[in-house]
């Protein structure tokens, strides 16, 4: 079993920048692939970023490669997601998913999930 806790959500202008976290604890976390999702009131939840268990690969959905990045500290069992240039409509709760190897876009392959953070972005 792979706990995760998210933090780091809140209340943004259009523009600024949050850091999140999701700090894992149980199992070997340095062996699993991460993710970050979102879901916004009333729409799926999509795929944000993931990272590979060494932190040699990431991946982006397409919408927001240069805006946000994803990182981890293996020492420190956690895995950040970097958000700038915060717009209105990455008002999300935010997720993250442990994998097993698996870092990529399907919300299915993805074992353990937290219960996520709220981030609000206003205009």
């Known amino acids: 079993q792979v706990q995760l806790v998210e933090s780091g959500g809140g209340l943004v202008q259009a523009g600024g920048s949050l850091r999140l976290s999701c700090a894992a604890s149980?199992?070997?976390?340095?062996?699993?692939?991460m993710g970050w999702f979102r879901q916004a009131p009333g729409k799926e939840r999509e795929f944000v970023a993931g990272?590979?268990?060494?932190?040699?690969?990431?991946v982006y959905a397409d919408s927001l490669k240069g805006r946000f990045t994803i990182s981890r500290d293996n020492a420190k069992n956690t895995v950040y997601l970097q958000m700038n240039s915060l717009k209105p409509e990455d008002t999300a709760l935010y997720y993250c998913?442990?994998?097993?190897?698996?870092?990529?876009?399907?919300?299915?392959?993805?074992?353990?999930w937290g219960r996520g953070t709220q981030v609000t972005v206003s205009s």
């Open positions: 990272i590979s268990w060494r932190a040699g690969s990431t």
């Open positions: 998913a442990a994998g097993g190897s698996y870092y990529g876009s399907r919300s299915s392959e993805y074992e353990y």
């Open positions: 149980g199992r070997i976390f340095n062996s699993y692939g």
